[in-house]
């Protein structure tokens, strides 16, 4: 079940009465663990996609630059690659990677001018040809994905809430009329209700709202099945990657007083008019329509107002194919009492890497009895917090420092029970 045609996250607000690891001796894999900067502002770099060539294993920085990828032992003498918009790509091997204490810093494509007028182009065009372009450009055969996931509410600047899983995806073809699919493998997550006041937020959906990001497969959910009259596209600029022009897209909304809808870039790939990444947020101005996708339940006595909505998805090429990679989405709610003097403000955060894929079935094909309902809310246990090692091998996107602190915290106070 497919969630409302905007509705990417929903929130149910309910009333209670630095450097590389070097402990790499006794396990199988080699951790890689470090941060992305640009070479001459020193400015870190976030959501950059860090692939080990050759084999599907993947992850993404966080929004500090860091990141952490484990590489097993067997595949040691492998390089690994750095990719991110705008920069030249960065090849390096997993040796020495190591003697640079997992620091990298990329440098900045030179702009050259393209053998055309980029003024000239019709950005209604390039969109329609990337969605006629799907079968070309994504996978049709169905995939099977790992993929890390990691949800986090805070009130104010302290964390009240820290969800991580990691969940295996069916994913369909792009032309199959079949939904993707997710499965809970191992997950994990913790709350102080002693900071939530009497308001609890509940992220409904888990993993399924970073799933529907992909709009090339669900491009009604966020452009509406009517996006050319609905939105405007305008050319804006172009960027490089991997040697290639990056056409970039600028998409606005035509006023309505009916909807809440969605202002954003579009970052195409101008060879192949594929979508590299999309970038956007919700217009908020339409207050009562933009809370009407979020909100499923609250309660009578508190007035809530939507402050922030921003989204995000990337793709990864390989093999002359597009492949969903990323995808973030950050949220803010602002909460008015009716007999209270103060009003909280709570924000949520929800990213999800893929970090493994094939396109063969074996055993990891999800039965439908094991399969995550739309609706789900992952789990309120603080079940593995107090493990250092709960990931073992799975590649994980790095908590940033916050997030870090938050987790130390949790196992600090689970260590003292």
Same mark, same amino acid.
């Given at each position: 079940?497919?969630?409302?045609?905007?509705? !990417? +996250?929903?929130?149910?607000?309910?009333?209670?009465?630095?450097?590389?690891?070097?402990?790499?001796?006794?396990?199988?894999?080699?951790? @890689?663990?470090?941060?992305?900067?640009?070479?001459?502002?020193?400015?870190?770099?976030?959501?950059?996609? #860090?692939?080990?060539?050759?084999?599907?294993?993947?992850?993404?920085?966080?929004?500090?630059?860091?990141?952490?990828?484990?590489?097993?032992?067997?595949?040691? $003498?492998?390089?690994?690659?750095?990719?991110? +918009?705008?920069?030249?790509?960065?090849?390096?091997?997993?040796?020495?990677?190591?003697?640079?204490?997992?620091?990298?810093?990329?440098?900045?494509?030179?702009?050259? /001018?393209?053998?055309?007028?980029?003024?000239?182009?019709?950005?209604?065009?390039?969109?329609?040809?990337?969605?006629?372009?799907?079968?070309?450009?994504?996978?049709?055969?169905?995939?099977?994905?790992?993929? =890390?996931?990691?949800?986090? #509410?805070?009130?104010?600047?302290?964390?009240?809430?820290?969800?991580?899983?990691?969940?295996?995806?069916?994913?369909?073809?792009?032309?199959?009329?079949?939904?993707?699919?997710?499965? /809970?493998?191992?997950?994990?997550?913790?709350?102080?209700?002693?900071?939530?006041?009497? !308001?609890?937020?509940?992220?409904?959906?888990?993993?399924? $709202?970073?799933?529907? @990001?992909?709009?090339?497969?669900?491009?009604?959910?966020? @452009?509406?099945?009517?996006? =050319?009259?609905? =939105?405007?596209?305008?050319?804006?600029?172009?960027?490089?990657?991997?040697?290639?022009?990056?056409?970039? #897209?600028?998409?606005?909304?035509?006023?309505?007083?009916?909807?809440?809808? =969605? $202002?954003?870039? @579009?970052?195409?790939?101008?060879?192949?008019?594929?979508?590299?990444?999309?970038?956007?947020? !919700?217009?908020?101005? $339409?207050?009562?329509?933009?809370?009407?996708?979020? +909100?499923?339940?609250?309660?009578?006595?508190?007035?809530?107002?939507?402050?922030?909505?921003?989204?995000?998805?990337?793709?990864?090429?390989?093999?002359?194919?597009?492949?969903?990679?990323?995808?973030?989405?950050?949220?803010?709610?602002?909460?008015?009492?009716?007999?209270?003097?103060?009003?909280?403000?709570?924000?949520?955060?929800?990213?999800?890497?893929?970090?493994?894929?094939?396109?063969?079935?074996?055993?990891?094909? #999800?039965?439908?009895?094991?399969?995550?309902?739309?609706?789900?809310? +992952?789990?309120?246990?603080?079940?593995?917090?107090?493990?250092?090692?709960?990931?073992?091998? /799975?590649?994980?996107?790095?908590?940033?420092?916050?997030?870090?602190?938050?987790?130390?915290?949790?196992?600090?106070?689970?260590?003292?029970?």
């Amino acid at each position: 079940m497919k969630p409302s045609k905007t509705g !990417l +996250i929903i929130l149910i607000i309910s009333l209670f009465v630095f450097n590389v690891s070097t402990q790499n001796e006794n396990k199988e894999y080699i951790e @890689l663990k470090g941060r992305i900067t640009d070479r001459s502002t020193r400015a870190a770099l976030p959501y950059c996609n #860090i692939l080990v060539i050759g084999h599907n294993i993947a992850t993404v920085s966080n929004s500090e630059g860091e990141y952490l990828l484990k590489v097993p032992k067997t595949l040691e $003498n492998v390089n690994v690659v750095v990719k991110y +918009i705008g920069y030249k790509n960065y090849v390096v091997s997993v040796d020495n990677l190591i003697s640079l204490n997992g620091n990298i810093a990329l440098e900045q494509s030179a702009i050259q /001018l393209p053998q055309i007028d980029v003024i000239l182009i019709d950005a209604d065009q390039v969109v329609k040809t990337m969605f006629d372009k799907i079968a070309i450009n994504y996978p049709t055969q169905e995939m099977y994905m790992t993929a =890390f996931y990691r949800e986090s #509410i805070r009130k104010a600047r302290n964390y009240v809430s820290l969800s991580e899983a990691v969940v295996d995806i069916h994913k369909t073809g792009y032309y199959s009329l079949k939904d993707d699919a997710a499965k /809970l493998y191992k997950a994990r997550k913790q709350v102080d209700y002693t900071k939530l006041d009497t !308001l609890v937020f509940k992220l409904m959906g888990g993993p399924y $709202n970073n799933i529907y @990001l992909d709009i090339i497969k669900y491009p009604e959910i966020v @452009l509406t099945e009517n996006m =050319f009259g609905k =939105f405007t596209f305008t050319f804006d600029k172009y960027e490089w990657m991997d040697d290639k022009l990056i056409y970039v #897209i600028k998409f606005e909304h035509n006023p309505t007083r009916d909807e809440a809808l =969605f $202002n954003g870039r @579009l970052y195409i790939d101008a060879n192949s008019v594929a979508l590299k990444s999309a970038v956007f947020s !919700l217009n908020l101005k $339409n207050t009562e329509e933009a809370m009407k996708l979020f +909100i499923k339940k609250k309660p009578l006595n508190a007035k809530v107002t939507p402050v922030q909505a921003d989204y995000r998805v990337d793709y990864v090429e390989k093999d002359g194919k597009w492949y969903y990679a990323y995808s973030r989405i950050e949220l803010g709610m602002k909460i008015n009492w009716k007999k209270k003097l103060f009003n909280s403000t709570y924000y949520a955060t929800v990213e999800m890497a893929v970090t493994d894929q094939t396109s063969e079935n074996g055993s990891r094909a #999800i039965k439908y009895k094991e399969r995550l309902k739309s609706n789900v809310i +992952i789990s309120e246990t603080a079940e593995g917090f107090s493990d250092t090692d709960f990931w073992g091998p /799975l590649n994980v996107i790095e908590p940033e420092k916050p997030i870090e602190t938050a987790i130390k915290k949790i196992q600090k106070q689970l260590e003292s029970k």
